[in-house]
Nanobody, 124 residues
Framework: QVQLVESGGGLVQVGGSLRLSCAAS????????MGWFRQAPGKERECVVA????????FYADSVKGRFTISRDGAKNTVYLQMNSLKPEDTAVYYC?????????????????WGQGSQVTVSS
């Protein structure tokens, strides 16, 4: 497993932008598939975006396509979630996750390391 530390959450107005960062410990960052999940009040946690070990594969939930971008920087052991054109329905706690067992996945059960969670609140 790897330790994940998130940063960058906060309060933003509708239409604004935020960038979440997730820094991973250790020197094997390239061996992990990475994803961002979110959980809104009263709802199940869902996979928002995911990126494969090499960055060649990506997934975007329909609700965020064209607005969110996931990227990874191997030199910094960090994965980013750039969120643009934010909407009130994007309000949630966002979790960074890493999978050591697969090259790429959107399945929550296959992620074995999780960040602490970052609150993102979009106000109208």
């Amino acid at each position: 497993q790897v330790q994940l530390v998130e940063s960058g959450g906060g309060l933003v107005q509708v239409g604004g932008s935020l960038r979440l960062s997730c820094a991973a410990s250790g020197r094997t960052f390239s061996r992990y598939a990475m994803g961002w999940f979110r959980q809104a009040p009263g709802k199940e946690r869902e996979c928002v975006v995911a990126i494969g070990r090499t960055g060649g594969s990506t997934f975007y939930a329909d609700s965020v396509k064209g607005r969110f971008t996931i990227s990874r920087d191997g030199a910094k052991n960090t994965v980013y979630l750039q969120m643009n054109s934010l909407k009130p329905e994007d309000t949630a706690v966002y979790y960074c996750a890493a999978s050591s067992t697969v090259v790429f996945t959107t399945q929550e059960a296959l992620y074995d390391s999780w960040g602490q969670g970052s609150q993102v609140t979009v106000s109208s």
